[in-house]
């Protein structure tokens, strides 16, 4: 079965800063991958999702995620974040038709 | 095209009464998903249907949980009897294919 990690609990960075969300998936089987973010008390959002062509995949607002095969990995990245991002990033993997969530990283934005 | 929608929105129950949550997903969507989400953690996923049947149910405590999508389209889920671990956001989802979920806003369980 497919696994997500997502090392860090807890990111602290400045606003107008740039934020990378380290996440890693346990196959190289063929696989879709995806971020959710979760402002706070509200639901789960899609972000941005990989399922093929292109290794790199851009949100609307400013985030993307590079696909790495290789190293089994699917960081999100932003330039320069503001503090409407603070929010609950979630990293998930396909498993056959289901989605598996990472223990979610808190993106904490200082003033 | 309307969301998946979820009732009730909050909810407190005391330990071991009974409590039940209602999804209705995105009209054409054949798989039905519910999730818990212990505060802090990702959700994780309790039980999968696809129409009225179950694929998936691995991962549900089926001594004090149980759900039910009859006429494959809304779907109940219910704790009997519930526990303090209980108390978390059950959130419903539903899709076509795996790339294309869509979440409910969840319902808040909150044991006491």
């Known amino acids: 079965a497919q696994s997500v990690t997502q090392l860090d609990s807890q990111v602290p960075v400045f606003e107008e800063a740039p934020v990378e969300l380290r996440c890693n998936y346990s196959?190289?089987?063929?696989?879709?991958l995806f971020w959710y973010v979760q402002y706070p008390n509200q639901g789960l959002q899609l972000l941005l999702k990989y399922l093929s062509g292109s290794t790199l995949v851009e949100s609307i607002n400013g985030f993307e995620a590079e696909f790495n095969k290789s190293q089994t990995s699917f960081h999100l990245r932003k330039p320069s974040v503001h503090i409407s991002d603070t929010a609950e990033y979630f990293c998930?993997?396909?498993?056959?038709?289901?989605?598996?969530f990472g223990k979610g990283t808190r993106l904490h934005i200082l003033p | 095209e309307a969301g998946v929608a979820q009732s009730p929105r909050y909810k407190i129950i005391e330990k071991r009464q009974s409590v039940a949550f209602w999804c209705n997903p995105i009209s054409g969507h054949a798989t039905l998903y519910w999730y818990q989400q212990i505060l802090g953690q990702g959700p994780k996923l309790l039980i999968q249907?696809?129409?009225?049947?179950?694929?998936?149910d691995s991962q549900l405590p089926k001594d004090r949980f149980s759900a039910e999508r009859l006429k494959g389209v809304d779907s109940t889920l219910k704790i009997q009897p519930a526990k303090l671990e209980d108390s978390a956001v059950y959130l419903c989802?539903?899709?076509?294919?795996?790339?294309?979920?869509?979440f409910g806003s969840g319902t808040r369980l909150t044991v006491v």
């Open positions: 196959s190289s089987v063929s696989v879709y």
């Open positions: 989802a539903s899709s076509r294919m795996v790339n294309g979920y869509t």
């Open positions: 998930a993997v396909s498993d056959n038709d289901k989605i598996i």
């Open positions: 249907f696809q129409n009225n049947g179950v694929v998936d």
